[in-house]
């Protein structure tokens, strides 16, 4: 049974992607729609909100292209998007403290939350690309 359980949870690139994909929707709804309608809440201009909003919907139709790829080349897509959001990450966190002076308690709190969530995906990422190059003929 406890093997049947680990292999439910197996982490497949496709599943990856999708989640990725999802994840990167929910960032932009709520930078672009719901944080603009509050930018004044959270301390970050609007069209900063915009920009990082942006982003997450190309990463979001990257997702989409990826996942009809190949197995093979899915491991490259893979770490093209891990590495996509860890330097999503460094910008959002370059913006946070760019607008520090502006940036409220609320605003710091969901910048450092979606850069944990985006890292953490983005390590899931690079270690399955990993572990599926490794189980690919050379």
Same mark, same amino acid.
């Given at each position: 049974?406890?093997? *049947?359980?680990?292999?439910?949870?197996?982490?497949?690139?496709?599943?990856?992607?999708?989640?990725?994909?999802?994840?990167?929707?929910?960032?932009?709804?709520?930078?672009?729609?719901?944080?603009? @309608?509050?930018?004044?809440?959270?301390?970050? +201009?609007?069209?900063?909100?915009?920009?990082?909003?942006?982003?997450?919907?190309?990463?979001?139709?990257?997702?989409? !292209?990826?996942? @009809?790829? !190949? /197995?093979?080349?899915?491991?490259?897509?893979? @770490? !093209?998007?891990?590495?996509?959001?860890?330097?999503?990450?460094?910008?959002?966190?370059?913006?946070?403290?760019?607008?520090?002076?502006? =940036?409220?308690?609320?605003?710091?709190?969901?910048?450092?939350?979606?850069?944990? !969530? /985006?890292?953490?995906?983005?390590?899931?990422?690079? *270690?399955?690309?990993?572990?599926? *190059?490794? =189980?690919? +003929?050379?």
């Amino acid at each position: 049974m406890e093997n *049947k359980d680990k292999q439910s949870f197996n982490l497949t690139p496709k599943k990856l992607f999708i989640f990725d994909g999802v994840g990167a929707l929910i960032s932009a709804f709520m930078l672009g729609v719901l944080w603009v @309608r509050f930018d004044h809440v959270v301390g970050i +201009p609007t069209d900063t909100l915009y920009l990082l909003a942006a982003i997450p919907i190309l990463f979001a139709l990257f997702d989409l !292209i990826a996942i @009809r790829q !190949i /197995v093979a080349q899915q491991i490259q897509f893979l @770490r !093209i998007i891990a590495l996509a959001n860890l330097s999503y990450c460094l910008l959002s966190l370059g913006f946070a403290w760019h607008h520090h002076e502006t =940036l409220t308690v609320l605003g710091w709190t969901y910048i450092i939350g979606e850069v944990i !969530i /985006v890292a953490s995906l983005a390590y899931l990422e690079l *270690k399955q690309a990993k572990k599926q *190059k490794e =189980l690919s +003929p050379h």
